[in-house]
């Protein structure tokens, strides 16, 4: 984080971040804004998290691990710093570029922008919980077969988000499927085989 | 830094000069008109694969080996190192420059250092500019704390100092307790005002601003544009671009006595290596890099830079494995740029459109690094008996060029292609038969084949019907263009065929993804 050029601090995202930690997630909204009617009474319900360290239960793939964090720690944090399921990226760290999709509840969601503490009670899916075992997903399997990659960052975030679309829109258009990766950056240009492998599961 | 040759020649190997050549027979091309041609190889040279050769693995389409790695979340990339993976793991983080041009006059990091949860602290005394990495580490202190000296900050972004810490948000809160007093300094980062002599001094021990290098001639330019029936005078302008790699520029070292292991994101982990030994003085068998899977390098991740040599260094200071990573901020502003270019370039050309001369001018800025030149590549494509090529480096405060799908290649073609455009233009004649009349057709490069077929599959022969659709706003166009990038390193010796950068055992070029992997299995076949 850096100082503006007369010195004062700017406001950073992690700054924010670490003040909002003292309160639930729906509260911490609230913190820089004029409370609406009926805010005092509901936040009388949620009680503050932190400082320090809390306890995290987080349902990853069917498991639930029980983790100590700061309130102020990502999910994409937790994910491949504590659990080590590293095939959920991190490359902006500000809910821009997708390589960090996850599914909370069967929705895409920016893993880099969603507290740990707010995804407790919800099934998150990391893209190691899509293949049983040797056993790829369909999703998957089309990637290979249509060489839907190539340096491979952006992959897991684009299944992501393609499988939160196929599950809910089996059937899914050439326009349904551009929408929904419509927030997952490539570097490297492989997003017209990444169309044609969508396309294929798609079509079934 | 990246060993670019001047004006566009590939660096040749020593070796090169003394190896005995012998003429070999091949059938090559695209499609149906195969030619044979004869071509020189060196003595020792295998059989040549041509057309007529039963191949069993060698073009014959293969799903990617790292394919299923990949789309499972397996595949490990630099970033992906976790304490897991290396227990005591730490996170280091770099405090940069938030000015151009400013005189460092005190930093004070004991507050940081005495920060629970961090285990190094390193102040960077002297300037690096982001270039010499190897000038870097010679010069940086052992205390928290640095008096007053002769350290300047030459660009936006130049590495202060550097913690490591037991977790990034540590190293990052560890970073905001280092007071660093400046004095700021006249700063330029626009590459035309550091043109101008008055402008402020970018490098003190350059005498310029302006660096011009060798130009390359050939022939009379003068007598080529005497004998030009049609001449054509253009300027053109590119703009710096960011390559902006999905995985950041990222690496992991970690020391054994005094063996080194860095896992680096690096498009070459030979060159990695080679800079690491000689950074730490270290023999090279001593040092190991590994790059398994890498995020995108686009040419911005070559060499051990800062990033692989800072890594190193926290990881010795605080004996214990350090990963450095930049984030997406650093990552446009401290992993190198494809340098801008303005351009001026003159072609004439015969009626019937053989060029009989070339002269282009170009200039662009590297920032505090070198290497802006572009117009090496004019040579190489089209035959054009006269010609001039000039190149300058313009100096300014910001950020290091790096190359970008090789080095001024694109500003370069931008300007040759869009100056034959125009040409073809002048001459009433079709861009592609233009190309036609002047292109350097190589024995296996099959240039005259690949227009053939390209012109065919994109419908090159009915563009005039691709007028405006009634009511539409939008517009369509077709266009064309020629490039192409030598071999530049002398490893690509130890294979056969055409594609630079990898093939049999040892090869040092990191498979971001072009089927390198794949590329290597198939060519040792």
């Not at chain 2, 004996?319 to 984030?327: C, E, I, Q, R, S």
Request: charged share 25%.
């Amino acid at each position: 984080m850096s100082k503006t050029k007369n010195g004062k601090q700017k406001l950073s995202r992690r700054k924010f971040l670490k003040t909002a930690g003292m309160a639930s997630g729906a509260a911490a909204v609230c913190l820089f804004a004029k409370p609406a009617p009926g805010a005092k009474a509901a936040a009388a319900k949620h009680q503050p998290l932190g400082p320090g360290q809390v306890e995290v239960r987080l349902d990853v793939n069917g498991k639930v691990h029980v983790l100590k964090l700061e309130p102020r720690v990502t999910l994409v944090e937790a994910l491949r710093e504590r659990l080590n399921l590293t095939g959920t990226k991190r490359t902006c760290d500000h809910g821009e570029c997708g390589a960090c999709t996850v599914l909370l509840d069967g929705r895409a969601v920016c893993s880099c922008m969603t507290l740990a503490v707010n995804a407790q009670g919800k099934k998150i899916i990391t893209i190691e919980g899509l293949a049983q075992g040797k056993l790829l997903a369909r999703l998957q399997k089309a990637f290979v077969e249509h060489d839907a990659l190539q340096c491979g960052f952006c992959t897991p975030g684009m299944i992501m988000s393609l499988k939160a679309l196929l599950d809910q829109h089996p059937r899914a258009t050439p326009a349904q499927i551009r929408a929904a990766i419509a927030g997952n950056y490539c570097r490297c240009g492989a997003l017209p085989n990444i169309l044609k492998a969508a396309s294929a599961v798609a079509r079934g | 830094m990246y060993p670019t040759g001047r004006a566009g020649k590939a660096a040749r190997s020593p070796q090169e000069k003394e190896i005995k050549k012998k003429k070999l027979k091949a059938k090559v091309g695209l499609s149906q008109n195969p030619q044979v041609v004869e071509i020189e190889v060196p003595e020792s040279e295998l059989p040549v694969w041509d057309l007529d050769a039963k191949l069993k693995i060698v073009g014959k389409g293969v799903p990617r080996i790292e394919g299923p790695e990949k789309v499972t979340g397996q595949a490990k990339y630099t970033l992906d190192y976790t304490p897991v993976d290396l227990p005591g793991l730490l996170y280091a983080k770099v405090l940069r420059s938030p000015y151009a041009h400013a005189r460092v006059e005190s930093i004070d990091a004991s507050r940081a250092a005495a920060l629970p949860g961090v285990k190094a602290v390193v102040l960077i005394a002297k300037g690096s500019g982001f270039d010499a990495s190897n000038a870097l580490l010679d010069v940086v202190s052992d205390g928290p704390a640095l008096e007053p000296q002769d350290r300047e900050v030459i660009a936006e972004g130049e590495e202060v100092a550097v913690v490591a810490a037991e977790s990034e948000a540590i190293a990052e809160d560890a970073l905001e307790l280092i007071e660093v007093k400046y004095v700021r300094l006249p700063h330029v980062v626009d590459y035309e005002e550091a043109r101008r002599p008055e402008a402020p001094r970018v490098h003190k021990e350059a005498s310029s601003n302006v660096v011009p290098g060798d130009p390359q001639t050939a022939g009379d330019i003068e007598k080529g544009f005497k004998e030009a029936d049609v001449i054509i005078e253009r300027t053109l302008r590119v703009p710096v671009l960011l390559h902006n790699s999905a995985e950041p520029h990222a690496a992991v070292a970690k020391w054994e006595g005094k063996k080194l292991t860095v896992w680096a994101s690096t498009q070459g982990v030979n060159g990695f290596r080679e800079d690491l030994a000689k950074a730490f003085k270290l023999d090279k068998a001593d040092v190991r890099v590994i790059t398994q899977h890498m995020g995108g390098g686009f040419g911005s991740k070559f060499g051990m830079q800062n990033y692989g040599g800072l890594a190193a260094l926290m990881a010795r200071r605080a004996g214990a494995p350090v990963k450095l990573a930049y984030d997406r901020h650093e990552e446009n502003q401290a992993a190198g740029n494809r340098p801008n270019a303005t351009m001026w370039i003159k072609l004439g050309a015969k009626k019937d459109g053989r060029l009989t001369a070339l002269h282009c001018r170009a200039y662009g800025t590297a920032g505090v690094g070198r290497d802006a030149s572009v117009t090496g590549m004019m040579a190489t494509v089209y035959k054009c008996p006269n010609l001039r090529l000039e190149d300058s480096d313009v100096y300014t405060n910001a950020g290091m060029g790096m190359p970008m799908r090789a080095p001024g290649y694109p500003q370069g073609s931008f300007a040759i292609e869009s100056a034959m455009d125009e040409l073809a233009l002048e001459l009433k004649m079709d861009p592609l038969e233009l190309r036609r009349k002047n292109f350097v057709d190589l024995p296996l490069l099959a240039l005259e084949e690949m227009y053939q077929v390209g012109a065919e599959k994109i419908g090159w022969s009915r563009r005039g019907e691709l007028g405006p659709k009634p009511g539409s706003p939008l517009r369509r166009g077709m266009g064309m263009g020629t490039t192409g990038c030598e071999p530049r390193h002398d490893r690509a010796r130890r294979f056969r065929g055409i594609r630079h950068g990898g093939a049999g055992s040892g090869c040092g070029h990191a498979d971001a993804g072009r089927h390198g992997d794949g590329g290597r299995i198939g060519c040792a076949a």
